[in-house]
């Protein structure tokens, strides 16, 4: 039988991911709290459990077969190197613009009237090519979280940061300007596994599908 490695997105995504391995037979067979590389249900199929940003690295590379990541992860890393073959519909978020309730930034629409805006961002390669495609250059301030933060003590005059429930912003007494786009978890593919390892991936991809995924 052929063996793959899944590699897992650490955190909400993993969470998010549990039931779905459940249903697939998957589910994993050893401390997922400690172990960055456990065994799954399946004996054919390892999971290796990894910071999300470092997801598109390991299965780009073959370190892993196939691989679960936010989109918004795929898009800041650029996924052509990539197969991309189902959106799974988990952890759904959007990426949003943001700014400080009642500041003059808080107004949708374009910037050119304003000098030199800055964003704060953990996504700069996706904000740089959403402004840069409206003809608007900006001052990208990359930020690792708490992204939030930023506009309250004047680092930065914009956010773009993964907004869900809208609460984070609020509370912040920060208002959503702009949606760049919706956001899910999908599963990518390795290239050369696809070609290698067609018949295991059809099968588990087909079945994914099945799930409703
Ligand atoms: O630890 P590391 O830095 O490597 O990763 P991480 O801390 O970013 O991981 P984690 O566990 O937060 O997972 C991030 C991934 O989950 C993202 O890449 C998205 O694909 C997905 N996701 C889905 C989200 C959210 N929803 C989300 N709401 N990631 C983060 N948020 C944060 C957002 O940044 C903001 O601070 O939640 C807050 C907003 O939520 P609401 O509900 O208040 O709007
Ligand atoms: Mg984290």
Redesign the pocket.
Known sequence: MTSLTLAL?????LEDSLPLLEKLGLAPAGDIDRLLRVPSQDPNVHLVII???DVPTYVEHGAADLGIV?K??LMEHGGDALYEPLDLGI???RLSIAAVKGSPFAQPGPLAARKRIRVATKYPEITRRHFAARGEQVEIIKL??SM?LAPLVGLADLIV?????????KANGLVETEIICQ?S?CMVVNKASMKMKHAALRDLLTRMQSLGA
């Open positions: 997105s650490k955190g909400r995504i910071r999300p940003a936010g918004d992860v952890a759904q978020c690792y979280g939030e940061d993964l907004v869900a429930t809208g609460n984070t912003l956001v978890a």
